[in-house]
């Protein structure tokens, strides 16, 4: 419903229209009353871009510490963020962006206290689990917004992917891959992440409906290539799994260490960056599970905005993306 359609409907003008909405007068009682039982009617709702645009006296500073440095499953992530910036530059909307490496919850803590000197008034974060960074966090007066993994802490929403249901979902592909039983190493980013953690646990809760097969090891490769290819290369020295699960970034060096060893080993990963899908071109990967970093990115500045500018909370504070499994004829 528009100020037009409204203003057809009521017989006048759109300009009346608008100073019934406005409140600016020179209306009469009965037109007004009119006017408005349509809007109620109809469940009109303003245009909130336009309407923050009038009511903004400032412009707004969104700050964003993200864990993008090496990793380039964030490469979607911040061109979602970078999108939106730009959709709402001409609404008054900044935003400065901390790119980090690794998961230093001390590095993150200074990170968070630089962007807090350029008086954000709001936060975007790729939260480490901890208690230190949950402290600063919850000193913090301003809405923050968890991105692609969760924290407990008081925020107006995160925004990222189910990660247990994720890792169950990679739990059922391996089920059907090892369907007469077998061992399965893991390797994960770091278990201080909760999305890592909670991928583990629930490809755990769907493998162990099996009688046969179990996780037999846990690594963490702090999201970086040469620490997972030198952490894997070293593992398959002495083991020899039966599939590998890579549930975070560094799979490109883990799977390079995977074909140096000369092992035939199933493997399964999360996400749809280059290397994964070269890899699922070439059957080295059998599977991936997906979870659109380009919409976490976008709804994340969206969310913050819509609160920033127009008080407006989500419907939902939990804003999980979509699962999507992808195979090597997957379009």
């Known amino acids: ?63 964003v510490v993200i864990h993008s440095v090496g990793n380039p499953f964030f490469d979607d992530v911040i061109k979602g963020i970078d999108e939106r910036t730009k959709k709402l530059k001409s609404y008054g909307l900044e935003v400065q962006v901390e790119h980090l490496k690794g998961y230093s919850e001390w590095e993150q803590i200074q990170a968070i206290d630089r962007l807090l000197e350029q008086e954000i008034d709001g936060l975007i974060i790729t939260p480490i689990n ?13 809405p923050i917004v968890a991105l692609n993994t969760d924290i407990h802490i008081n925020k107006l929403a995160f925004v990222g992917c189910d990660y247990h249901n994720n890792g169950m979902i990679c739990g059922d592909i391996a089920k059907l891959i090892l369907h007469q039983g077998g061992t399965i190493a893991a ?21 162990g409906q099996h009688p046969n097969i179990v996780v037999t090891a846990k690594l963490e490769n702090q999201d970086d290539d040469q620490i997972s290819y030198h952490l894997v290369k070293d593992y398959l020295k002495t083991h020899s799994p ?6 975070a970034a560094g799979i490109a060096g883990g799977v390079q260490a995977v074909l140096e060893s000369g092992k035939n080993i199933p493997i399964i990963t999360v996400d749809e960056t280059d290397c994964v899908k070269k890899n699922l071109e070439q059957g080295i990967v059998w599977a991936t599970v997906t979870q659109q970093p380009y919409l976490q990115g976008d709804i994340s ?18 804003c999980y993306t979509k699962g999507q499994i992808k195979l090597k004829h997957s379009k």
Not at 187 to 207: A, C, P, Y
Not at 242 to 247: C, I, P, Q
Not at 302 to 312: F, G, P, S
Request: proline share 4%; aromatic share 6%.
């Open 130 to 142: 901890v208690v230190p960074v949950q402290k600063r966090l919850e000193t913090i007066a301003i």
């Open 242 to 247: 039966h599939l590998l699960y890579f549930g």
């Open 301 to 318: 500045v969206k969310i913050l905005y819509d609160y920033l500018a127009n008080k407006k909370k989500p419907k939902d504070p939990y």
């Open 1 to 63: 419903m528009t100020i037009r359609e409204i203003a057809e409907l009521a017989g006048t003008s759109r300009g009346t229209v608008d100073r019934v909405i406005n409140g600016r007068g020179n209306v009469s009682p009965e037109l007004e009353k009119k006017i408005r039982e349509i809007i109620q009617r109809e469940n009109y709702q303003p245009n909130q871009l336009a309407q923050a645009l009038i009511n903004s006296r400032k412009h707004l500073r969104i700050g």
């Open 187 to 207: 390797v994960v980013g770091n278990f201080d992440m909760s999305g890592h953690k909670q991928r583990v646990e629930g490809l755990e809760e769907s493998v």
